[in-house]
Each structure stands twice: as structure tokens, then as C-alpha cells.
């Protein structure tokens, strides 16, 4: 979040970009971010719960 503020905040300042396409940009890009984030972390949570079901079966040979 605070990252995004303070690139909000230089873009509107430095390059003179109207601060309601800033905000509009960077609100895409923070919902694209989340939803991404949570489907690739979904399948590396379901494939770790996976192997760790596997491991827990383990006999002695």
C-alpha cells in the first residue's frame, strides 16, 4: 500500500499525471496483483498439503 502511495504520489507530481488516471492505474493494478497472487498461491498450497499427506504415510523398510 505504501508503495503504491508514494508511486501515486510521484507520478502526479513529476510527470504532471492527472492524479485520477494514477489512481485508476494503480487501482487495476493492485486487483490484478491480489487475484493473481491468490490463484498461484492456491496451487503451491495445494500441492505442498499434497506432498506433506504423502511424507506423513511413510513406513520403515
Given at each position: 500500500?505504501?508503495?503504491y502511495g508514494c508511486s501515486a504520489f510521484?507520478?502526479?507530481i513529476l510527470y504532471a499525471e492527472p492524479?485520477?488516471?494514477v489512481f485508476t492505474q494503480?487501482?487495476?493494478i493492485a486487483i490484478g496483483?491480489?487475484?493473481l497472487i491468490a490463484i498461484v498461491g492456491?496451487?503451491?498450497?495445494k500441492s505442498v498439503a499434497k506432498r506433506n499427506k504423502?511424507?506423513?504415510n511413510?513406513?520403515?523398510a
Open positions: 500500500v505504501f508503495g510521484l507520478d502526479t492524479f485520477t488516471k494503480l487501482s487495476i496483483n491480489t487475484i492456491f496451487f503451491i498450497l504423502q511424507s506423513r511413510l513406513t520403515e
